[in-house]
């Protein structure tokens, strides 16, 4: 019960933005099974000037997968969002600042539905470093989910 309420509260916490969830080192304890439910993040890395791949640790629905808006990408050093992120190092997340279709492209990699290329309109900086936050996504035929799948930093290459 107590890992249902500390993800509600890390979920009301990204939805009404007044923090952005970052994963602790520490041993995480055992997921209750309406946990496990959620896709959560399981690799991002940059394959590309212009593309990054984010990889779940389940399917997910397509749709949600491929959706701009359920994720954003977050300067680790600036205040201004630059380059391809959508909020500087001290913003929070909210439905107005996530990455558009005008910004990004997504489309699912391979065929276990698990895996997406994002491919930005522009280069990904070299050198900077980022934040990559994702939230709604949910399984295949699943209800809607209002918290977070997870994130991850990456440094441009």
């Known amino acids: 019960m107590r890992n249902i309420k500390v993800l509600l509260t890390i979920c009301f916490i ?26 959560m993040l399981a690799s991002l890395s940059q394959i590309s000037a212009n593309q990054l791949q984010v990889t ?6 397509q749709a949600k997968g491929m959706d701009p808006k359920n994720y954003w990408i977050q300067s680790t050093t600036e205040q201004t969002p630059t380059n391809i992120a959508t909020l500087g190092m001290n913003d929070k ?3 107005s600042n996530s ?28 050198g900077k470093s980022f934040k990559m936050i994702i939230c709604y ?19 441009g290459k």
């Open 137 to 155: 996504v949910t399984r295949p035929g699943a209800p809607p989910y209002s918290g977070d799948n997870g994130s991850a930093t990456f440094i």
């Open 14 to 39: 990204l939805t009404f933005g007044f923090a952005t969830y970052q994963p602790a080192d520490a041993a995480k304890p055992v997921k209750e099974q309406s946990e496990t439910s959620i896709p």
């Open 93 to 95: 997340v909210n439905n």
């Open 56 to 61: 779940y640790d389940q399917p997910v629905d």
């Open 99 to 126: 990455l558009t279709a005008e910004k990004v492209a997504i489309q699912a990699s391979g065929n276990n539905g698990q895996s997406f290329v994002l491919t930005f309109q522009q280069n990904i900086a070299k």
